[in-house]
């Protein structure tokens, strides 16, 4: 690893430099590694509600730094100033949220002979490697962070090289609350990442990001025996079924595609549209398209915008056609228009991987089977969307969808806490809600019998 690599990033909206971060070296990370395991016992023995406290007074930390960390955040990744902030006030409730939980997370008591005790107890598992992802960067590592936490575990995190301002600067914020060693930060690139996740002293590696690293986390710790936690990559499915209204059906397509310029693990990437319903649509997308335009920021950086152009020429040259935007605007910063394809087919590069950009790829099918069938047609299995007004339309998609979110009639919908957990190249674990404590622990059986009377 060099040892004077540094990163660097830039504004995605102007190209003007942002700044340069010096990149951990392999040393530096093993020393990260050592006293967060020097730590650990102290920390696990502290009791849950020290713990507790020690996250809530964090969050409070969090919400007092909201305007910096969001505007770290839309320098360094382009995300808009509101969603910028709205995803530090998320953060900042998800830490309460494992405040509050932390304490409550239980374990079981056994019905043996009557004279013994026989337990069931929760315990930390040791130490976690956080690897958090760019396009939420605050919110995201807040869950997995707070979870780690609260239950005892100590932590070495790694936040995106993509944000590495706004990443550390939540993760000092949390530190300031907490033992030293308890709260690890190194900054750096896929390298470190994968030191981290091959490294003898961690214990789990939690990961939210491309499957393609998650995999190459998989196999370091299958060598070791230690935990793999993985969010990955997605290619959600929207359905859309013929007795829908047409122009609503779009506003909630768009909204799935074009939110935070298409940059969120669970966008919309797929839209299979029966075909009574499908011209209407598809021109009611086009105009959701062309409305969207002045609403969504710049793509995170060139790489990212090179990707989803690729994924665009591929579809027309396959026959897809543009109905609105295909084309990336000259002048400064990475932006790129909401895009909406039609007459896609299943081989396109749009179907088969994940774009990550404002892309709707519109495929038209012949009746609501066909769709449900070609959508649970995927290597992923993070979510997917079904818009219908048919109650056994609705009963049948989420039963045969093969991932961890089903969402019908609203793509971004649902309740606090769920807990949902991807399936096949879209990772493995819970990743969200009181059972991502469950993730944190490994739970330890205990027999406790009285010796021989004499």
Not at 17 to 26: D, H, K, N, S, Y
Not at 106 to 116: N, Q, T, V
Not at 172 to 182: C, N, T
Not at 207 to 232: D, P, Q
Request: net charge negative; charged share 20%.
């Amino acid at each position: 690893m060099p040892e004077t690599h540094e990163l660097t990033i830039h504004d995605p909206r102007t190209g003007e430099l942002v700044g340069r971060t010096p990149i951990a070296t392999a040393s530096e990370c093993d020393a990260a590694i050592g006293r967060a395991r020097g730590a650990a016992a102290s920390w696990a023995r502290t009791p849950a509600a020290e713990r507790a406290a020690a996250l809530a007074a964090a969050a409070d930390a969090v919400r007092a730094a909201a305007d910096e960390l969001a505007e770290l955040n839309e320098r360094e990744t382009g995300k808009l100033r509101g969603d910028a902030r709205g995803g530090v006030d998320a953060g900042a409730a998800t830490l309460v949220q494992y405040a509050e939980l932390g304490p409550l997370h239980r374990g079981r008591s056994l019905h043996g002979s009557w004279s013994a005790t026989d337990l069931m107890v929760p315990e930390p598992r040791g130490v976690v490697a956080v690897l958090t992802p760019w396009n939420d960067p605050v919110a995201v590592a807040a869950g997995l962070l707070g979870a780690a936490l609260v239950t005892g575990n100590t932590v070495v995190h790694k936040p995106s090289e993509r944000c590495p301002a706004t990443g550390r600067r939540f993760a000092e914020l949390l530190a300031q609350s907490l033992p030293k060693g308890v709260l690890e930060i190194v900054d750096g690139d896929a390298t470190v990442g994968a030191q981290l996740a091959a490294a003898e002293g961690v214990d789990v590696v939690a990961h939210v990001g491309s499957s393609v690293t998650g995999r190459a986390i998989t196999r370091a710790c299958a060598k070791r025996g230690a935990k793999a936690l993985l969010e990955n990559g997605g290619n959600d499915a929207l359905v859309v079924d013929s007795g829908v209204d047409p122009a609503w059906a779009a506003q909630q397509a768009a909204l799935g595609s074009f939110a935070n310029a298409g940059q969120i693990c669970v966008s919309v990437e797929r839209i299979f549209v029966v075909e009574a319903l499908a011209e209407r649509f598809t021109q009611a997308l086009a105009d959701e398209a062309r409305a969207w335009a002045d609403r969504i920021g710049p793509l995170v950086d060139e790489r990212q915008r090179e990707q989803v152009h690729r994924h665009v020429t591929d579809a027309v040259k396959r026959g897809a056609k543009v109905l609105a935007g295909g084309e990336a605007p000259s002048g400064p910063g990475t932006f790129y228009p909401p895009t909406v394809l039609t007459g896609c087919a299943k081989d396109m590069l749009v179907f088969q991987e994940e774009t990550f950009g404002p892309i709707a790829a519109v495929r038209s099918v012949p009746d609501f089977d066909t769709a449900i069938a070609e959508a649970a047609d995927d290597r992923y299995g993070l979510a997917a969307g079904v818009l219908t007004s048919d109650m056994n339309h609705a009963q049948q998609a989420w039963r045969d969808l093969p991932v961890g979110t089903v969402k019908i009639n609203d793509v971004f919908g649902g309740a606090p806490g769920g807990a949902s957990q991807p399936r096949k190249a879209s990772g493995s674990g819970f990743g969200f809600g009181p059972e991502l404590l469950d993730e944190m622990t490994a739970m330890k059986v205990v027999h406790w019998s009285p010796p021989p009377t004499r």
